[in-house]
């Protein structure tokens, strides 16, 4: 499996402040043929169920605000989320979709208010 | 958000089997794909499976494939994820997730149930 680690597993920021999530994977998820990273990001309030916020590493699903910004390629990613607003308290994770064994997640980070 | 109804909690034995259905509230999936994805209690998602219920195409986490079976009837209004050899670290609450994608879920077209939990015990 590829194994995906999240960094840190807890983020206090401020409201109006900048967040940095960053998840590493243990092989590259550059796929050379398309040229693409094989990434997505999830949102996950508490009670509620995953919600996809990013993929292809970078590409913002519709209707996710441009405060959310994910980058990276091959084994390093962050997700930044500008401005931190009470709606984003949640747990973020990264996930893999490159491995044809199954699809694999980080553990998760736990964003909060400061 | 749960547009998709599954069948309730069960508590297992170490060693038995579990299968869990899931159907559409409405009167069909209106999605291609078909994931199952498990969440242990303060843990991450755990990915297990992705099953098209109009086809026979499917495929299970490679981890998960001598133990898991994926099936859906012959009127596609339900799907099955069967779960062989429990063990305790299976407990967790299992979703299906109806989506487009094969790579990706959680748009807000997609629906998902509403979790069963299963203990094993």
């Known amino acids: 499996d590829i194994v995906m680690t999240q960094s840190p597993d807890s983020l206090p920021v401020s409201l109006g402040e900048r967040a940095s999530i960053r998840c590493r994977s243990n092989q590259s998820l550059f796929y050379d043929t398309n040229k693409l990273n094989y990434l997505a990001w999830y949102q996950q309030r508490p009670g509620h169920p995953l919600k996809l916020l990013i993929y292809?590493?970078?590409t913002r699903q519709f209707g996710v605000p441009d405060r959310f910004i994910g980058s990276g390629s091959e084994t390093e990613f962050t997700l930044t989320i500008a401005n931190l607003q009470p709606e984003d308290v949640a747990i973020y994770y990264c996930?893999?979709?490159?491995?044809?064994?199954?699809?694999?997640f980080g553990q998760g980070t736990r964003l909060e208010i400061k | 958000q749960a547009h998709l109804i599954q069948s309730g909690p069960e508590v297992k034995s170490p060693g038995a089997s579990v299968t869990i259905s899931c159907r559409p509230s409405g009167d069909t999936f209106t999605r291609h794909y078909i994931h199952w994805v498990r969440q242990a209690l303060r843990q991450g998602p755990e990915w297990m499976g992705i099953m098209n219920p109009r086809t026979d195409e499917r495929t299970s986490a490679q981890r998960f494939r001598p133990r898991v079976t994926m099936l859906s009837d012959t009127s596609m209004k339900t799907v099955y994820f069967t779960l062989r050899g429990l063990k305790p670290e299976d407990t967790a609450v299992y979703y299906c997730?109806?989506?487009?994608?094969?790579?990706?879920?959680?748009?807000?077209?997609?629906?998902w149930g509403q979790g069963t939990q299963v203990t094993v015990s």
């Open positions: 997730v109806e989506a487009e994608g094969v790579l990706y879920f959680g748009e807000d077209d997609d629906s």
């Open positions: 996930q893999q979709y490159l491995s044809t064994s199954g699809y694999t």
């Open positions: 292809w590493a970078s």
